[in-house]
């Protein structure tokens, strides 16, 4: 069966600090991959999607970025974060393209930027 | 553009209520494919149901049901005897090549 992994679970960071979270994916092959992240009380924000190794696609212009240096795995960073960077942070996966396929999300990450 | 609307922002309900959930799809397509998903306190989001467009009969698991009406592009939810446990945002989701968006979601609160 397939499982996704995303840590850490919480995280409280300084301002200009890097970021680095993580997510990856076990159990399937060449999977969509997202980021999202949700302020308090807000909807979702698609960050970064991939449809693939090397590719990333980017949604909202901003101080992160992503990577996705092998097929399941999918990494969020920043050089330095801002506090505007604080929220709910989600890693997803989906076996196509989501039209016609649904997605599967990890736990999240709590990030609070200090 | 093609969007899903979620006209009900909150949704408060005491136990053993129904609860109807709002979907609106506006697109040109003919055949397509709608998404429910669940967030619950936790704030992981939980995959409920797919539907496809052609397919009009309710579809029903358990205390949920689903009803999808290509006349008025909605795809309804029900949570029928409502449960403490169904407090949640629940969000539908259009279908797209490679992105995967959300609408704005409804705050569901069911009250003991």
């Known amino acids: 069966s397939q499982t996704i992994h995303q840590w850490p679970a919480t995280l409280v960071q300084p301002v200009g600090s890097p970021l680095s979270l993580e997510c990856t994916v076990e159990?399937?092959?060449?999977?969509?991959l997202y980021w999202y992240r949700q302020a308090a009380g807000r909807g979702l924000q698609l960050l970064f999607y991939?449809?693939?190794?090397?590719?990333i696609s980017s949604e909202v212009p901003q101080n992160l970025s992503a990577s996705r240096p092998q097929d399941r795995q999918f990494i969020l960073s920043s050089k330095k974060l801002l506090l505007s960077d604080s929220g709910f942070y989600l890693c997803?996966?989906?076996?196509?393209?989501?039209?016609?396929?649904?997605?599967?999300f990890g736990q999240g990450t709590r990030l609070t930027v200090v | 553009a093609q969007k899903v609307t979620q006209a009900q922002t909150e949704i408060s309900v005491v136990e053993k209520e129904d609860v109807t959930l709002d979907c609106v799809y506006e697109t040109r397509d003919t055949t397509y494919y709608l998404f429910w998903y669940k967030q619950p306190p936790s704030g992981e989001l939980v995959f409920l149901i797919r539907?496809?467009?052609?397919?009009?009969q309710n579809e029903i698991s358990g205390r949920y049901s689903w009803n999808f009406q290509k006349s008025t592009s909605s795809f309804n939810f029900t949570i029928t005897a409502s449960q403490v446990v169904d407090s949640a945002v629940y969000f539908c989701?259009?279908?797209?090549?490679?992105?995967?968006?959300f609408g704005a979601g409804t705050t569901v609160t069911v009250r003991a």
């Open positions: 997803a996966w989906s076996s196509g393209t989501p039209r016609y396929a649904e997605a599967f």
């Open positions: 159990g399937t092959s060449n999977p969509n």
């Open positions: 991939s449809v693939g190794i090397g590719q």
């Open positions: 539907r496809n467009s052609f397919d009009e």
């Open positions: 989701a259009p279908p797209e090549d490679y992105k995967l968006s």
